[in-house]
């Protein structure tokens, strides 16, 4: 069995407490699909991230600034800075687009293709973090957890939906892009809070010419009920699990790592249940066994 010394950096495999820790992220961005469902109706999807991008970079501007964390250094991660906030901006304007023409469930699991993306990409791009053979059946069998907790999409009845599945589609290779320019690059040498800098203040204003072109406004004040929402995605999702989350994908796997986001979707139908009244099906159950055992495969000593 090979000890955690004796794998590079670039892939050592997760601790007990990194696993906690992603877990509860994954529960955390779970109850985040929820937030932004009871944010949606009073804020517009592209203007809810625009807004979040905008008030979080300032958020993370004074943590930064109280911290003395130094971001106009130059230690040459403005290529890599700038191509990560493209990149995550490009997500979410895919997901939330692609959802006007495809549905949830179906967003859902093309959404999380994610994961084989960033394994695939980790192979040549990130030195020793690849997969042998019972973590890519543990990888499977997670994502088939997924299939079962939401359903074996039909073929596409509308031409838009196939353009929304590609949207999703694209949004999982954003996703993952994302991760491996972050591992991949300058970025794993600076601080977690300026890589989400770079993030938040390249998408805010990628997002905000998206709403203008898709003609997003807002009508009336928002309820509150939705400003809560909003704040908890602002304050609590963007600016402190995101960080953490950059702060784990730099000292970790990140191909082991992104196999543990097949949680956040299960974590978020548990949540719609309590939050939303929505209802769990026995299948969900099923869901939860597969993917808990495609993670033991996946964090599995060689």
């Known amino acids: 069995m090979a000890s955690p010394s004796s794998f590079p950096p670039s892939s050592r495999p997760l601790d007990a407490t990194a696993i906690a820790v992603t877990i509860g992220l994954c529960l955390c961005w779970g109850f985040n699909n929820v937030a932004i469902k009871l944010a949606i109706h009073d804020i517009p999807p592209l203007i809810q991230s625009t807004a979040r991008s905008l008030i979080a970079a300032l958020l993370v501007g004074l943590w930064t600034a109280a911290r003395g964390i130094p971001l106009f250094k130059r230690d040459g991660t403005l290529a890599a800075g700038i191509l990560a906030g493209v990149l995550f901006a490009l997500e979410f304007l895919l997901i939330y687009r692609g959802l006007v023409w495809t549905t949830a469930t179906r967003g859902v699991l093309f959404l999380y293709l994610a994961p084989f993306f960033v394994v695939i990409g980790s192979r040549w791009l990130v030195p020793g973090d690849h997969f042998h053979l019972s973590q890519w059946l543990g990888l499977f069998l997670s994502f088939a957890g997924i299939v079962i907790g939401f359903g074996?999409?039909?073929?596409?009845?509308?031409?838009?939906?196939?353009?929304?599945?590609?949207?999703?589609?694209?949004?999982?290779?954003?996703?993952?892009?994302?991760?491996?320019?972050?591992?991949?690059?300058?970025?794993?040498?600076?601080?977690?809070?300026?890589?989400?800098?770079?993030?938040?203040?390249?998408?805010?204003?990628?997002?905000?010419?998206?709403?203008?072109?898709?003609?997003?406004?807002?009508?009336?004040?928002?309820?509150?009920?939705?400003?809560?929402?909003?704040?908890?995605?602002?304050?609590?999702?963007?600016?402190?699990?995101?960080?953490?989350?950059?702060?784990?994908?730099?000292?970790y796997s990140s191909a082991r790592l992104s196999v543990f986001t097949f949680l956040a979707p299960l974590f978020g139908v548990a949540a719609g249940h309590f939050v939303l009244n929505e209802p769990l099906t026995p299948a969900l159950a099923v869901a939860v066994a597969l993917v808990a055992i495609g993670l033991l495969l996946v964090n599995s000593p060689r």
């Open 152 to 251: 074996l999409p039909t073929p596409a009845a509308d031409p838009r939906q196939v353009l929304g599945d590609i949207m999703l589609v694209g949004a999982a290779a954003a996703w993952a892009a994302t991760t491996l320019t972050i591992k991949a690059s300058a970025l794993n040498r600076i601080s977690a809070e300026k890589t989400l800098l770079y993030q938040l203040i390249v998408s805010a204003p990628v997002l905000g010419i998206a709403a203008a072109i898709f003609g997003e406004r807002m009508t009336a004040p928002p309820s509150a009920l939705a400003l809560g929402a909003f704040l908890y995605q602002t304050v609590w999702v963007v600016s402190i699990t995101f960080t953490i989350w950059f702060v784990l994908v730099v000292r």
